[in-house]
């Protein structure tokens, strides 16, 4: 089995192989369908990096939105604003002041890959595991495009499945 640094790299690698703006389309219109989306009102979103999943499209439904901001090695939770800085992680940021996390109803996670049991590969920040290991009851969905998708990824102790997975 890779490890998860060369998986990461593999993941990478294939996903600038995918139309990742027609992919992204799918992916918004199979949340919408998902109860889980549909009775959440406070759901934490993701500023899509390079060749990463766009569901930005979203923020025309009537939801409360929320994106990640890091602060040391926490995720806070911030409303979603007009405006957006750069990170030193590169990683585009809501200037809005965090608020509570148990506000959230769902928080799409994203992912380089995802398995069976709904592990993920992420980018390597431990992150979200910190922060879903925190806020146990917070429903979670990664969106992944099937060739993303494989039977078994590594893991470790610390590493936290998402509830739910979209694969297209």
């Known amino acids: 089995?890779?490890?998860?640094?060369?998986?990461r790299i593999i993941a990478k690698t294939k996903r600038k192989e995918i139309d990742i703006k027609t992919v992204s389309q799918k992916f918004c219109t199979e949340l919408r369908q998902k109860d889980y989306?549909?009775?959440?009102?406070?759901?934490?979103?993701y500023y899509p990096l390079k060749n990463e999943i766009d569901l930005l499209e979203l923020l025309n439904d009537d939801k409360n939105f929320y994106f990640p901001k890091v602060d040391g090695d926490k995720l806070?939770?911030?409303?979603?604003?007009?405006?957006?800085?750069?990170?030193?992680?590169?990683i585009m940021e809501p200037c809005s002041?965090?608020?509570?996390?148990?506000?959230?109803d769902?928080?799409?996670?994203?992912?380089?890959?995802?398995?069976?049991?709904?592990?993920?590969?992420?980018?390597?920040?431990?992150?979200?595991?910190?922060?879903l290991a925190k806020n146990p009851d917070i429903t979670t969905v990664?969106?992944?495009?099937?060739e993303l998708y494989t039977e078994k990824l590594p893991h470790d102790e610390f590493d936290i499945p998402v509830t739910h997975?979209?694969?297209?």
């Open 37 to 45: 989306y549909i009775n959440s009102q406070n759901i934490m979103l």
């Open 106 to 131: 769902l928080v799409v996670v994203p992912a380089l890959m995802l398995d069976l049991q709904n592990y993920r590969l992420g980018y390597g920040g431990g992150f979200y595991d910190r922060f």
């Open 165 to 168: 997975t979209i694969i297209i």
């Open 142 to 146: 990664s969106l992944i495009p099937k």
């Open 1 to 7: 089995m890779d490890n998860k640094r060369d998986l």
């Open 97 to 104: 002041a965090p608020v509570d996390a148990n506000i959230l």
């Open 76 to 90: 806070l939770v911030c409303p979603y604003c007009l405006e957006f800085k750069c990170s030193d992680l590169k």
